[in-house]
């Protein structure tokens, strides 16, 4: 089965420290993945996805994320967090092959606080 | 923004009614995809329409059923409601439906709440 793993439930880091969100896939060839972030009684806001190219991809509000083949990762990264940034974050992934067929396969989300 | 659009917000209603949960996809998108998140489920996919039509089904329970109209609105129908489909519906859109994978934008979602 198409899956994503986010092992922490909670990650706390102080403000202006770097941050790290982890994700693991495992699904059949190359994966498409995405990361969102949803905000108290917000919807799901797109921050970055990785589709095919540089391992390094760049997104909103000075987001990155890394795509590691070998261990299967695609860990949500920031240089220096605000306390702004506290939200809950998902990370996604499409499976390859699903022509005309985009489900979104959620993780379990990764709550960060990040403390003044 | 995302540019979604979903009304009602909030819809309190009792267990056996039945309700319709209303979204208005970004301006030029074609596909509109349902999703559920649960305390207990999480963020699970229920179905899919691109320009009318339904392309996928996920975990949709058949008291549940949904379509997409010619102005490619959608509307999620709700029946026989229990107190575990209280949860919080989304709606997304993107352009296209097949090729490289679009980004789905989501809207603000409606909470149901079941009594």
């Known amino acids: 089965a198409q899956s994503v793993a986010q092992p922490e439930d909670q990650v706390n880091v102080a403000e202006g420290n770097p941050l790290t969100v982890k994700c693991t896939y495992s699904v059949s060839g190359n994966p498409y993945l995405f990361w969102y972030v949803q905000y108290p009684n917000r919807g799901l806001q797109f921050l970055l996805k990785y589709i095919t190219g540089d391992n390094l991809v760049k997104g909103s509000y000075g987001f990155e994320a890394e795509f590691n083949k070998s261990q299967t990762s695609f860990h949500l990264k920031k240089p220096s967090a605000l306390v702004s940034d506290s939200a809950l974050y998902f990370c996604?992934?499409?499976?390859?092959?699903?022509?005309?067929?985009?489900?979104?396969?959620f993780g379990t989300g990764t709550r960060l606080l990040v403390s003044p | 923004d995302s540019g979604v659009t979903q009304t009602p917000k909030h819809l309190i209603t009792a267990t056996g009614q039945r309700v319709t949960l209303r979204c208005s996809p970004r301006s030029g998108d074609l596909s509109v995809y349902w999703y559920q998140q649960s305390l207990d489920q999480g963020l699970q996919f229920l179905i899919q329409y691109y320009n009318g039509e339904e392309r996928a089904k996920g975990n949709i329970l058949e008291r549940f059923s949904a379509q997409q109209f010619p102005d490619l609105h959608s509307e999620l129908n709700l029946s026989s409601l229990e107190l575990g489909d209280s949860a919080l519906y989304f709606c997304a859109s993107s352009p296209r439906t097949s090729g490289s994978p679009d980004t789905q934008y989501f809207g603000p979602g409606t909470r149901l709440t079941v009594l």
């Open positions: 996604a992934v499409i499976p390859l092959g699903n022509t005309g067929f985009q489900k979104l396969v």
